[in-house]
Antibody, heavy 119, light 110 residues
């Protein structure tokens, strides 16, 4: 059974930094694009960033460009999101999601890690 | 990267058909056959119900179907059941390695 386990969330002040991690298991990690999707409390889903298998293709939503950096370590079956210059509006549950291989959907999701940006 | 537009809520009685629309632009839904739909129950992670506009992952009931016309995608639940009550989100590939979600639709089964 595919497992995606996020960690690294917490409470941080505006302007601060956090690094999220996602540990993947039970599938060939370096065959798949991986994504970060967030959901603010009581709000909808927002795609944040995606990275293809060899880190050659990377994308970000406009609101995090220049502040967030996605990366992956295929040897460790892990996905990361370095978040700098955090804003109150970045507060959300951050999900790690697996891409669908030859297709573009998010076919497996973790349970999320909560990021709260507040003074 | 503007969010796709969905109705905030829809409702239907058990056994009825319900359709949720998802309006995009020619830069996302209109340009790619990469629309997916997600079901999210309260406190749970999302689950993919439809991908590539109209394909159903194994295990998803065949009462769920998807379609697209121009810049608008739709999810239809034929014969809605109580357990289908949830939030539903559409998503489209939007080019240059970016994706965009809709704002979400709350389905109430009366």
């Amino acid at each position: 059974e595919v497992q995606l386990m996020e960690s690294g969330g917490g409470l941080v002040q505006p302007g601060g930094s956090l690094r999220l991690s996602c540990a993947a298991s039970a599938f060939t990690f370096d065959d798949y694009t991986m994504h970060w999707v967030r959901q603010a409390p009581g709000r909808g889903l927002e795609w944040v960033s995606g990275i293809n298998w060899d880190s050659d293709n990377i994308g970000y939503t406009d609101s995090v460009k220049g502040r967030f950096t996605v990366s992956r370590d295929n040897a460790k079956n892990s996905l990361y999101l370095q978040m700098n210059s955090l804003r109150v509006e970045d507060s959300a549950l951050y999900y790690c999601a697996k891409g669908g291989g030859d297709t573009t959907e998010f076919d497996e999701w973790g349970q999320g890690t909560l990021v709260t940006v507040s003074s | 990267q503007s969010a796709l537009t969905q109705p905030r809520s829809v409702s239907g009685s058990p056994g009825q058909s319900v359709t949720i629309s998802c309006n995009g632009t020619r830069r996302d839904i209109g340009d790619y056959n990469y629309v997916s739909w997600y079901q999210q129950h309260p406190g749970k992670a999302p689950k993919v119900m439809i991908y590539d506009v109209n394909k159903r992952p194994s295990g998803v009931p065949d009462r769920f179907s998807g379609s697209k016309s121009g810049n608008t995608a739709s999810l239809t639940i034929s014969g809605v059941q109580a357990e289908d009550e949830a939030d539903y989100y559409c998503c489209s590939y939007a080019g240059i390695y970016t994706w965009v979600f809709g704002g979400g639709t709350k389905l109430t089964v009366l």
